[in-house]
């Protein structure tokens, strides 16, 4: 962290949004960054050679939530950044259509969220064999946080997405901030650099792995928002 604060112009800040900036709420719509951690964002951006959100939110809904000038984003996983995920808009669009679950449609991909489900259980229910079918199409399914994301077959995710980036700007120092199973290809992203500086956001629903994998724990976003301002 001091290493990195010590020469900022030669490193890069990387954070996933909701659970990491933005507090996990019941509905992605509701969710919020806080003024002080916009503010402490404003900072950083004029301070180090890159600061950037990468996450699976749509791009333009992602910086629109974050509203901080002078921060990069790529949403979708990093499918943004890959121009053959088009191919796949049309079959996305008739997967979610026939889903039985309702699907936060995207445009490179889909979301089954059951935090609001009445009975998680009977969720999962529906969800797993769907997960199933969606395999079967081709896709790839991946679960997070109290959610099932359907993508394309194409290598890209967030650890692409933190490789172009840091290759476009020459970094070779980075450190990244997740909290969810999608942070882990972010995370190994940073292998090999000068110096790496990986962050979980812990919580009850975040994956061990996250956690095993990181240089440093912290307790949600308020106590992300601590060690930003150490930066």
Known sequence: MDELAAAPHRAGLLLDVDGVLAPIVPRPEDAR?????RAELARLARRYALVACVTGRV???????????GVEIVGEHGLELVPEAEEWVGRLQAFAAAAEWPAEAKRLTLAFHWRTAP???????????????AEAEGFRPRWGRKVLEVRPPLDADKGTAVAALLERHGLRRALYAGDDTTDLDAFRALDGLDLAVRVAVASAEGPSELREAADVIVDGPAELLQLLQRL
């Open 33 to 37: 960054v806080p003024w002080e951690t």
């Open 59 to 69: 791009g333009e809904e992602a910086r629109a939530l974050v509203a901080v000038d």
């Open 119 to 133: 009975d998680e259980e009977e969720a999962l229910a529906v969800l797993r064999p769907l997960a199933e079918r």
